[in-house]
Nanobody, 123 residues
Framework: QVQLLESGGGLVQAGGSLRLSCAAS????????MGWFHQAPGKEREFVAA????????SYADSVKGRFTISRDNAKNTVYLQMNSLIPEDTAVYYC????????????????WGQGTQVTVSS
């Protein structure tokens, strides 16, 4: 069992930056692929970024490429999402997720999900 807790959300002006963190419980964090997703009001949850258990591979949604960076620190059981050049369209609840299989994370069919953190970008 893996429990995930996101933090770092908040209100930021367009063009600003935020760094989200997702702390995982358990001693097997380093064996899980991790991902970030977001859900805007009235919309379905969407893939944002994913990272393999060993950080060898990452994937990004086209809408965030070049602006967001996913990373992880297995010693701290934490995955991060650095968000730069934020735009109002990035406003959403951001969720982190975990799965043993990287492919499942990219497809959004993960075994474990956090409760989310709100990110609001003002224009």
């Amino acid at each position: 069992q893996v429990q995930l807790l996101e933090s770092g959300g908040g209100l930021v002006q367009a063009g600003g930056s935020l760094r989200l963190s997702c702390a995982a419980s358990g001693r097997t964090f380093s064996t899980y692929a991790m991902g970030w997703f977001h859900q805007a009001p009235g919309k379905e949850r969407e893939f944002v970024a994913a990272i393999t258990y060993d950080s060898d591979y990452t994937s990004y949604a086209d809408s965030v490429k070049g602006r967001f960076t996913i990373s992880r620190d297995n010693a701290k059981n934490t995955v991060y999402l650095q968000m730069n050049s934020l735009i109002p369209e990035d406003t959403a609840v951001y969720y982190c997720a975990a799965d043993k299989k990287y492919r499942q994370v990219v497809f959004g069919t993960c075994d474990y999900w956090g409760q989310g953190t709100q990110v609001t970008v003002s224009s």
